[in-house]
T-cell receptor
Framework: KQEVTQIPAALSVPEGENLVLNCSFT??????LQWFRQDPGKGLTSLLL?????REQTSGRLNASLDKSSGRSTLYIAASQPGDSATYLC???????????FGAGTILRVKS | EPEVTQTPSHQVTQMGQEVILRCVPI?????FYWYRQILGQKVEFLVS????????KSEIFDDQFSVERPDGSNFTLKIRSTKLEDSAMYFC?????????????FGSGTRLTVV
């Protein structure tokens, strides 16, 4: 059974800092892993999708890595901005099935 | 960029009433899903749907829930007799393939409040 854990639960940083959000998953038999952003009371916006054949995926200031063997993924945010304040969710498929299992998220606050 | 559209954005209903949440998945996607998020809790899977039938459902998805694709574009979630604990944000999602090889696209959600 897939379980996804995210650390830290919350993070408060000054503007401009580089930061790392961590995600671990128990079942490494996955095709991919996806990172989402959720603003308060809003929907889920896909940030990055990493295929199991990739080690990294980049979009602008965001970089996500995937290490299936250790069951870990990290989301790196460079030069953080107040507009990055949101909850970041990691989601992994349940093995080779087609449902996503979500972590509880990391609540990020970037102070100006 | 293609979007998953959900309506309504917010619905308030009385306990015991039936509600239907609506979704328009991305047109070339074949797999459809419903998830829910109770306030302050994780996003959790409810059901997946492919080829006009349920392919997987969670233990949350009991007899009071049903899904339907009534036409070529809409995908609905019906809750037959709502309970207070059904209050949550409900998200519809779609994917092109079974393993989400191109990722899953989520709608902006329907906030359901049962009073």
């Amino acid at each position: 059974k897939q379980e996804v854990t995210q650390i830290p639960a919350a993070l408060s940083v000054p503007e401009g800092e580089n930061l790392v959000l961590n995600c671990s998953f128990t079942d490494s038999a996955i095709y991919n892993l996806q990172w989402f952003r959720q603003d308060p009371g809003k929907g889920l916006t896909s940030l990055l999708l990493i295929q199991s054949s990739q080690r990294e995926q980049t979009s602008g200031r965001l970089n996500a890595s995937l290490d299936k063997s250790s069951g870990r993924s990290t989301l790196y945010i460079a030069a953080s901005q107040p507009g990055d304040s949101a909850t970041y969710l990691c989601a992994a498929p349940s093995g080779y099935g087609n449902k996503l299992v979500f972590g509880a998220g990391t609540i990020l606050r970037v102070k100006s | 960029e293609p979007e998953v559209t959900q309506t309504p954005s917010h619905q308030v209903t009385q306990m015991g009433q039936e509600v239907i949440l609506r979704c328009v998945p991305i047109s070339n996607h074949l797999y459809f899903y419903w998830y829910r998020q109770i306030l302050g809790q994780k996003v959790e899977f409810l059901v997946s749907f492919y080829n006009n039938e349920i392919s997987e459902k969670s233990e949350i998805f009991d007899d009071q829930f049903s899904v339907e694709r009534p036409d070529g574009s809409n995908f609905t979630l019906k809750i037959r007799s709502t309970k207070l604990e059904d209050s949550a944000m409900y998200f519809c999602a779609s994917s092109e393939g079974m393993t989400g090889s191109s990722g899953y696209t989520f709608g902006s959600g329907t906030r359901l409040t049962v009073v």
